[in-house]
């Protein structure tokens, strides 16, 4: 099953041209300038990716780019994305996204590479957070916990306390703080700044930390 990125905005809703590509989360590390100053950056394995459909407004009513990323075999395919990816005559992809009102000027079945950016660029990273499972209410929402153990009390340091009233409203209110699924969200860090590019390697290495584990799939766009 592909894996399909939400795009920036909704139909009907008018927004810059950009230029996007799909990547893979490799890491942070550190870097030096040449006065010393330390910057931690995250290296991402940004394309290539291939251009799978050019949508018009004539077409279909608006202007969107289709960018695919990542070989994917044929075996794990079924026989409509193997005749999809056919037409731009590449392999079948794992990573589809869709970029509307893109910058990129490519015909179906091109390739880009991370020289679509340049470095001192400013760029968002759009990801997936890592997942945390249940969690209580400190973690979750930065409770204290009820403080010391005085009293007789035991077991309760980590407890959410009341969560309501008893006859006024006897109910619990909508949007009240306590343990529940927490992570696995879609995140867009914006204010990055493009500090390195390594276009031999496909890596692009960006300031401050981006969402999601090691491997996982990011969108950076401009």
Not at 50 to 61: A, F, I, L, N
Not at 173 to 195: H, I, S
């Amino acid at each position: 099953m592909n894996i399909h990125l939400p795009f920036r905005g909704s139909a009907g809703y008018k927004q810059d041209t950009m230029k996007s590509i799909i990547g893979k989360k490799i890491g942070m590390t550190s870097i030096f300038d040449a006065s010393g100053k330390q910057t931690a950056v995250t290296i991402i394995e940004a394309g290539p990716c291939v251009v799978t459909q050019k949508k018009t407004v004539e077409t279909d009513g608006y202007n969107a780019l289709q960018i695919a990323f990542g070989d994917k075999k044929e075996k794990h395919s079924v026989k409509a994305e193997i005749n999809h990816f056919a037409k731009a005559q590449t392999s079948p992809k794992k990573i589809v996204q869709e970029i509307r009102d893109s910058e990129i000027d490519k015909n179906v079945g091109e390739t880009f590479t991370v020289d679509i950016f340049a470095e001192g660029d400013d760029v968002e990273v759009v990801g997936t957070t890592k997942g945390k499972g249940f969690q209580g209410v400190v973690k979750r929402h930065g409770f204290k916990g009820v403080g010391g153990q005085s009293h007789g009390q035991h077991d309760r340091s980590r407890a959410p306390g009341s969560i309501g009233n008893s006859s006024d409203a006897s109910r619990v209110f909508k949007g009240m703080r306590m343990g529940g699924r927490m992570g696995q969200d879609r995140v867009t860090m914006k204010g990055l700044k493009v500090v390195k590019i390594f276009a031999e390697k496909n890596y692009i290495l960006v300031s401050g930390s981006v969402p999601g584990h090691n491997g996982s799939i990011v969108l950076i766009q401009k």
